[in-house]
């Protein structure tokens, strides 16, 4: 089975600032992709960043950067110099052949 | 190119009362998905179809739910009866072929049960 926790439900930073979220992973596959889709008010999910596990080197999409750890099974996002409008929820997903995600952390971007 | 389009995008029934909800993927998307997304919780995968072939529905409660989806396009899930505890946001996505490729998300339907 697949599963992917998020340890942290909220997190808040002042504009400007870098933030970290975490997520863990498990899967049994040793050819899975990772993703971090945002989900802002309007409920619509968009794609942040995305990491094929065969790649070693970190996936990078402007602001936004992960540190994947295959070993360790982890696969935080970070977030650069954070605006307003990254205020929103944050899950992180895994997929070999479901697309399965994890519980969700609420960031919200304080002005 | 045009998103994945669901309707309605709001729905409240009674429970016992039944209800469908339609997607439209983009075209071209062989795999399409349909999620539970229960308040303040991840979404929760309830089928994937790949054309018009279940791949997988281990997750859906197949004594009220059921999907659809002719001609390998559109898809329809619907419940009956529906339930208090159904009530949640209820997304589809699709994506094309290709192991990494993005799964692009429809704005949703909220479903409330009264």
């Known amino acids: 089975a697949q599963t992917v926790t998020q340890s942290q439900p909220e997190m808040s930073v002042q504009e400007a600032e870098t933030v970290t979220l975490s997520c863990t992973y498990d899967?049994?596959?040793?050819?899975?992709?990772l993703f971090w889709y945002k989900q802002p008010p309007s409920r619509q999910m968009i794609l942040v960043i995305r990491?094929?596990?065969?790649?070693?080197q970190n996936a990078t999409e402007n602001r936004f950067s992960v540190n994947f750890q295959k070993a360790a099974k982890s696969f935080s996002l970070k977030i650069s110099d954070s605006q307003l409008g990254d205020t929103a929820m944050y899950f992180c997903a895994s997929k070999n052949e479901k697309l399965t995600f994890g519980t969700g952390t609420r960031l919200t971007i304080i002005p | 190119e045009a998103g994945v389009a669901q309707s309605p995008r709001y729905k409240i029934i009674e429970k016992r009362q039944s209800v469908a909800f339609w997607c439209n993927p983009i075209?071209?998307?062989?795999?399409l998905y349909w999620y539970q997304q229960i308040l303040g919780q991840g979404p929760k995968l309830l089928i994937q179809?790949?054309?018009?072939?279940?791949?997988?529905d281990s997750q859906l409660p197949k004594d009220r739910f059921s999907a659809e989806r002719l001609k390998g396009v559109d898809s329809t899930l619907k419940i009956q009866p529906a339930k208090l505890e159904d009530s949640a946001v209820y997304l589809c996505?699709?994506?094309?072929?290709?192991?990494?490729?993005?799964?692009?998300f429809g704005q949703g339907t909220r479903l409330t049960v009264v």
């Open positions: 990491q094929e596990a065969y790649k070693q």
């Open positions: 179809f790949q054309n018009n072939g279940v791949v997988d």
């Open positions: 899967t049994s596959e040793n050819n899975y992709y």
């Open positions: 075209s071209g998307h062989a795999t």
């Open positions: 996505a699709s994506r094309s072929t290709g192991a990494g490729t993005e799964a692009f």
